[in-house]
């Protein structure tokens, strides 16, 4: 049996999203629509699929460059869903069934698909779909006595009686060419939206004595399809609620489902907890037993297990070791790498740094381009000064260093290990291992300061007055 092929409907202009960007390229989950219903079609064993593309064309094609399994099908002027899949005519001139998808119904699920093409093996082809509540502006469904299709009614063309009918087209299809491509030739304008439907060149198949299956979506989410902001947002929504009942059926407490975007990618070890306001986005993995509190984004992350990320704190592209502790108000960004039980504090910033086991910043430091041993302290306030105006320096701390509060580490420089430095020091040169290093200006006292000031502006008033 030959690999199944896909057709995707990718080329309308998304006028209900009053968007500048192509509407298969909004993001739901942190990834295109079009790359969710790409990813199940392959999934479900497309060996290859074609993507019908048009408005945005440039765009939808540089952002899915990478793809091998992607053939682009252009449609120059977008007449509607019968004339995109036209489009595909001169690549099915054999008997081949194909699965029709739209780009802007992500939430579809390999396995419809797969029941989609068993069902049409049975029957000349098949369609998905569901029973909304609230069935809003898809096409309604009307079902032939035998349960098949007898005909689909577009929204704004139905009547009051159609738009009562709860069952919707959730634009997924399984049919065969080159039949359906003599159906397409056979369809017009004659509609309230003056565009060529797919779904008449459905009906004239069911005319001409072809039966079309109605496959009910076990997840009716999957028929929602993506017009406008708000069905943007439910869908995204939808998505993000499927990782957190996989995290939570893994043992991961998550406080707030509702107020927590994790991503599909992300994994979470069991007994971790994410509380409200939380974001774990990307390849984020987090071990078992952490705390995430409120308010955490994390992206691209590693954080082992027991660590504990406190409230508000950005991390990008870190790694955090056991049990240590970040934050609140910390920011990592990409290749800070914290040892085990290390500790970040309010206002610190850390890049492309790693800080040994134990190692402790508490307070308002920069940390850019170093190397901090293990149980070295940094104090509040402390700056490595890594960028000299055209390249960027290393500092490298040692063992059980500490750095006073407020000191300036000019790289590239070296700490010695056990060694110190002095509050507000502007550290130029490398401090040998177990000395103090000072360096900044001794501190004068000048007596009477307070008195000899009253005196002289008291001199220049009464000289004043006098003038
Ligand atoms: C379509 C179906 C409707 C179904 C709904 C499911 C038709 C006539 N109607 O309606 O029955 O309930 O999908 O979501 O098919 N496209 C093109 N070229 C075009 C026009 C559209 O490629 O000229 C693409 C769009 O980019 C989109 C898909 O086809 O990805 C569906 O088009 P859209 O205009 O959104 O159709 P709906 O009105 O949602
Ligand atoms: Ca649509």
Known sequence: MTAPVAVVLAAGKGTRMRSAQPKVLHQAAGRPLLAWVLDAARAAGCGQTLVIVGHGQTAVQAAFAGRQDVRWVVQEEQRGTGHALAQAAPFFEHERRILVLSGDVPLVSARTLGQLLAASRESWGAMAVAELDQPGRLGRVLQAPDASLARIVEHADANRAERAVRRVNAGLYALRAPAIFADLAGIDTDNAQGELYLTDALGRAVAAGRRIALVPLADPAEALGVNDRCDLARVHRVLLDRVVDRLMSEGVTVLEPARTSIEPQVEVGADSVIHPGVSLLGATVIGAGCQIHQGAWIRDSVIADGAVIKPYSVLDGARVGVRAAVGPLARLRPGAHLGAAAAVGNFVEVKNATLGAGAKAGHLAYLGDAE???????????????????????????????????????????????????????????????ALGIGRSRQKDIPDWHARQALASKKVRGGKEKG
Request: aromatic letters at 4%; hydrophobic letters at 45%; a negative charge.
């Open 372 to 434: 901090v041993g293990a149980h070295a302290n940094i104090g509040a306030g402390v700056v490595t000064c890594n960028f000299d105006g055209s390249a960027k320096h290393r500092t490298v701390i040692g063992e059980h260093a500490f750095i006073g509060s407020d000191t300036m580490l000019v790289a590239p420089v070296v700490v010695g290990a056990d060694a110190l430095t002095g509050a507000g020091s502007v550290i130029t040169h490398d401090v040998p291992e177990g």
